[in-house]
């Protein structure tokens, strides 16, 4: 399947966003027609990457989560990957494997001018990434391995070593410029659920989260599906409501009606995905829209608020899809 068949989850990645992620992670898998990326958190400790004469150059002003001011010496050159440490926060340490929130601005240090849009920062959506450079390149990973919220960091490093298999033609870089990133730390995400439990409804699918990670397995009752999309909270969280065009931080599984199998799972994937509630098929929507932070909602979606009359790989036209998901985080 390409990438044209993502109809799950349609992200409206920003290019600097879409640079920055493996190309697994921007597109479609053989099984999945979600983005994904064939990676497991990594467990592996921290790199100890120091500050140095590159890192050090760089001169950044300006409050934590507010845009900084950044200088770049240009033309910047270095050989190897450098941290300096702007801000020491006080909270809890981005570990890895752990899910964490950042506001992110990037340069070409040879030209000193960023390389798109910085986010995250004056109020707008977080970037939620994954310690994990299986699952997002090795330079972002770097920047904010092991240290505490709180903090801002620059980092530099050699745009190859920084973006690793990543294709950064749309950034306009060659491999040996170096790049820039300035990031803030900005919080951890829970990676599941924490709601209250509700009593199951009646005619859904049965739900076991595994009590260590949080992913669900999914019983499909021996009945025909509904013929319209249904809803039901099997946890009821108590934080923010989610709103047409919010940007929510999920985790999710998807298996078919007919057969239980599994066609995708972020937690399969060992990272949250992030996305506009308005980016995703209809039924995956209405599951979102209106619930609260915290819930954990099961959806059974048919083919009209799916994937229509054409289907999408291995989900047939005919196929009633179910949903389990935890709502972790929204943003407006």
Same mark, same amino acid.
């Given at each position: 399947?390409?990438?044209?068949?993502?109809?799950?989850?349609?992200?409206?990645?920003?290019?600097?966003?879409?640079?920055?992620?493996?190309?697994?992670?921007?597109?479609?898998?053989?099984?999945?027609?979600?983005?994904?990326?064939?990676?497991?958190?990594?467990?592996?400790?921290?790199?100890?990457?120091?500050?140095?004469?590159?890192?050090?150059?760089?001169?950044?002003?300006?409050?934590?989560?507010?845009?900084?001011?950044?200088?770049?010496?240009?033309?910047?050159?270095?050989?190897?990957?450098?941290?300096?440490?702007?801000?020491?926060?006080?909270?809890?340490?981005?570990?890895?494997?752990?899910?964490?929130?950042?506001?992110?601005?990037?340069?070409?240090?040879?030209?000193?001018?960023?390389?798109?849009?910085?986010?995250?920062?004056?109020?707008?959506?977080?970037?939620?990434?994954?310690?994990?450079?299986?699952?997002?390149?090795? #330079?972002?990973?770097?920047?904010?391995?092991?240290?505490?919220?709180?903090?801002?960091?620059?980092?530099?490093?050699?745009?190859?070593?920084?973006?690793?298999?990543?294709?950064?033609?749309?950034?306009?870089?060659?491999?040996?410029?170096?790049?820039?990133?300035?990031?803030?730390?900005?919080?951890?995400?829970?990676?599941?659920?924490?709601?209250?439990?509700?009593?199951?409804?009646?005619?859904?699918?049965?739900?076991?989260?595994?009590?260590?990670?949080?992913?669900?397995?999914?019983?499909?009752?021996?009945?025909?599906?509904?013929?319209?999309?249904?809803?039901?909270?099997?946890?009821?969280?108590?934080?923010?409501?989610?709103?047409?065009?919010?940007?929510?931080?999920?985790?999710?599984?998807?298996?078919?009606?007919?057969? #239980?199998?599994?066609?995708?799972?972020?937690?399969?994937?060992?990272?949250?995905?992030?996305?506009?509630?308005?980016?995703?098929?209809?039924?995956?929507?209405?599951?979102?829209?209106?619930?609260?932070?915290?819930?954990?909602?099961?959806?059974?979606?048919?083919?009209?608020?799916?994937?229509?009359?054409?289907?999408?790989?291995?989900?047939?036209?005919?196929?009633?899809?179910?949903?389990?998901?935890?709502?972790?985080?929204?943003?407006?």
């Amino acid at each position: 399947m390409d990438e044209a068949d993502c109809l799950i989850v349609r992200r409206s990645l920003s290019v600097l966003t879409a640079a920055l992620v493996v190309a697994g992670l921007a597109a479609c898998s053989s099984s999945s027609p979600a983005p994904s990326a064939s990676s497991t958190a990594s467990a592996a400790s921290c790199q100890n990457v120091k500050s140095g004469k590159a890192s050090d150059s760089v001169t950044v002003s300006g409050d934590f989560l507010k845009t900084p001011t950044v200088k770049v010496p240009s033309p910047l050159k270095t050989s190897d990957v450098e941290r300096t440490v702007v801000i020491k926060g006080t909270g809890a340490e981005a570990k890895a494997g752990s899910s964490v929130d950042i506001a992110l601005a990037a340069y070409n240090g040879t030209t000193g001018k960023s390389l798109t849009d910085a986010v995250g920062f004056d109020g707008s959506a977080a970037q939620t990434i994954t310690v994990d450079d299986k699952a997002f390149v090795p #330079g972002l990973v770097r920047a904010v391995e092991c240290l505490p919220v709180g903090s801002r960091v620059v980092l530099t490093a050699p745009a190859k070593t920084a973006f690793g298999s990543a294709d950064t033609s749309q950034l306009k870089l060659s491999d040996t410029d170096t790049v820039v990133f300035v990031a803030d730390i900005a919080g951890l995400v829970t990676t599941k659920a924490n709601g209250k439990a509700v009593a199951p409804t009646p005619g859904f699918p049965t739900v076991k989260d595994d009590a260590k990670t949080g992913e669900p397995t999914i019983t499909i009752p021996k009945a025909d599906p509904p013929t319209e999309t249904k809803i039901a909270v099997l946890k009821q969280g108590d934080g923010e409501v989610v709103q047409s065009g919010d940007t929510v931080t999920v985790q999710y599984k998807g298996v078919l009606w007919r057969n #239980g199998q599994m066609f995708d799972s972020s937690w399969s994937r060992g990272e949250v995905a992030s996305f506009q509630t308005t980016g995703v098929v209809k039924g995956f929507q209405k599951a979102l829209e209106g619930q609260k932070v915290g819930s954990q909602v099961i959806a059974i979606v048919p083919p009209a608020d799916g994937y229509g009359d054409k289907g999408s790989g291995e989900i047939k036209a005919t196929d009633t899809m179910v949903f389990v998901v935890d709502i972790l985080k929204t943003t407006r």
